[in-house]
């Protein structure tokens, strides 16, 4: 499998501006998993998704963040609009189904580093 | 809520140095404990991890064991490399009965020169 893959890498857009990030998890993966890192608050979570529906999305920071998972294959994390303090990398994870123990592992792909100007 | 606490960095060491990277956690369920880590321009990446009390996870050179009488789960290897320069970010899942997001730690930048 490719593992998890995000598009695009690397993101430069003017406050204001619409920015949509993308995800593919790993096929036959039931959880998906966004994440945001910066260096003053670390790695936050802010949405994850079990089978194409939203579990959880406390950690999203406000209205301006949506998400959508519109099939199993496929996420969205869109800002609109977007403000210079987005400036982070977003990075996607998904998991398979959980075992008895708790506690599966996350897939990370590689990020895509936001630049809000 | 549940909450896990690394060593801030960085850890700076020379190449075959000890590694301790301190973690512990809180928890209300039983969770598992993982450590993730961090290259350059990636993504996180499973290290290792143990599901229960008194397990060693290992990988790497690296090994942690999970102590649930201190709630901890330290990082340790022998001798460290250049390449193992990296964010190393230990976390827990309370997984009960579904699949819950994993618990990071802030994350301790290691490294290790020549």
């Known amino acids: 499998d490719a593992g998890v893959i995000q598009s695009p890498r690397h993101e430069v857009t003017e406050m204001g501006q619409e920015v949509t990030l993308r995800c593919k998890p790993i096929?036959?993966?039931?959880?998906l998993f966004w994440y945001r890192q910066t260096m003053m608050r670390g790695l936050e979570l802010l949405i994850y998704?079990?089978?194409?529906?939203?579990?959880?999305d406390s950690g999203m920071p406000e209205d301006r963040f949506s998400a959508k998972m519109p099939n199993a294959s496929f996420s969205t994390l869109k800002i609109q609009p977007s403000e210079p303090r987005d400036s982070a990398v977003y990075f996607c994870?998904?998991?398979?189904?959980?075992?008895?123990?708790?506690?599966?592992?996350?897939?990370f792909g590689p990020g895509t580093r936001l630049t809000v100007l | 809520g549940d909450s896990v606490t690394q060593m801030e960095g960085p850890v700076t060491l020379s190449e075959e140095a000890f590694l301790t990277i301190n973690c512990t956690y809180t928890a209300t369920g039983y969770p598992s404990l993982f450590w993730y880590v961090q290259y350059p321009g990636e993504g996180l990446q499973l290290l290792l991890k143990a599901t229960k009390a008194d397990d060693k996870g290992s990988n790497k050179g690296f090994e942690a064991t999970y102590r649930k009488e201190t709630t901890s789960f330290h990082l340790e290897k022998g001798s460290v490399q250049v390449s193992d320069s990296a964010v190393y970010f230990c976390a827990l899942s309370d997984g009960g009965s579904g699949n819950t997001p994993l618990v990071f730690g802030k994350g301790t930048r290691l490294s290790v020169i020549a």
């Open positions: 096929s036959g993966h039931d959880y």
């Open positions: 998704f079990n089978n194409n529906v939203p579990i959880d």
């Open positions: 994870a998904s998991s398979p189904r959980v075992w008895s123990n708790g506690g599966n592992e996350q897939f």
